[in-house]
């Protein structure tokens, strides 16, 4: 059974601020890994994605995410934070076995101050 | 871009009854999910289905409860009879299918909250 923790219940930044999102999952075997945000109100939307390759994944508006396997970690950054960056953010994985289930973190709810 | 509806955004039902959730997938998807909320708590997912059939299903997925989409119509999740626990915001997704290891994002709607009084 593959489980995602997102340490940080919180965070504040102040916008032009860098800021990290951390995601930690545990499982053995083959998983696709993803982030997806959600603004107040309003249903998830996809970021990014890992499954192979280069460990570092482009996403939308400036977010990427670097996949860590000694780590077991796949932690979303962004160099430039905007205010309407204000959201919260789930980590999911998929496993091989069953691709199509995600399962999420905890999410994480980022403020950014104007 | 691609929408999915939830019909209705609020429902409040007393226990024991009825209740039916509507979803309105993206046109061209045909995998769909349901997902659910509990206040405070992470979404949790509750079943998948694919060319009318449960895909798979979790411990949250109770007897009470059953999917179906009935001629391309939405894609709803009934829960007969309501319990208390089941008060929580329901979140419809849909995806294009899966196929291979080829990834397909999920599009989410905006959750229809249920209160059981």
């Known amino acids: 059974t593959q489980t995602v923790s997102q340490s940080d219940a919180h965070v504040t930044v102040f916008e032009g601020d860098s800021v990290e999102l951390r995601c930690n999952y545990s499982y053995g075997g083959s998983i696709y890994l993803s982030w997806y945000i959600q603004h107040h109100g309003r249903g998830l939307q996809f970021l990014l994605k890992y499954y192979s390759g280069n460990p570092v994944v482009q996403g939308v508006n400036g977010f990427k995410a670097e996949f860590s396997k000694s780590d077991s970690s796949f932690h979303l950054r962004k160099a430039s934070v905007h205010w309407s960056d204000s959201a919260v953010y789930f980590c999911?994985?998929?496993?091989?076995?069953?691709?199509?289930?995600?399962?999420f973190g905890q999410g994480t709810s980022l403020s950014v101050v104007p | 871009g691609p929408k999915v509806l939830q019909i209705p955004s609020h429902q409040i039902i007393d226990m024991g009854q009825m209740v039916t959730l509507n979803c309105d997938p993206v046109?061209?998807?045909?995998?769909f999910y349901w997902y659910k909320q509990i206040l405070g708590q992470q979404m949790e997912f509750l079943v998948n289905f694919y060319n009318g059939k449960v895909m798979e299903k979790s411990k949250l997925f109770k007897d009470q409860f059953s999917v179906e989409r009935p001629d391309g119509s939405y894609f709803t999740l009934k829960i007969q009879p309501t319990a208390l626990e089941d008060s929580a915001v329901y979140f419809c997704?849909?995806?294009?299918?899966?196929?291979?290891?080829?990834?397909?994002?999920?599009?989410f709607g905006h959750g229809t909250k249920l209160s059981v009084l």
């Open positions: 046109s061209n998807h045909l995998y």
């Open positions: 997704a849909s995806s294009l299918p899966w196929q291979g290891r080829k990834y397909e994002r999920l599009f």
């Open positions: 999911a994985v998929s496993a091989s076995s069953s691709f199509s289930k995600l399962v």
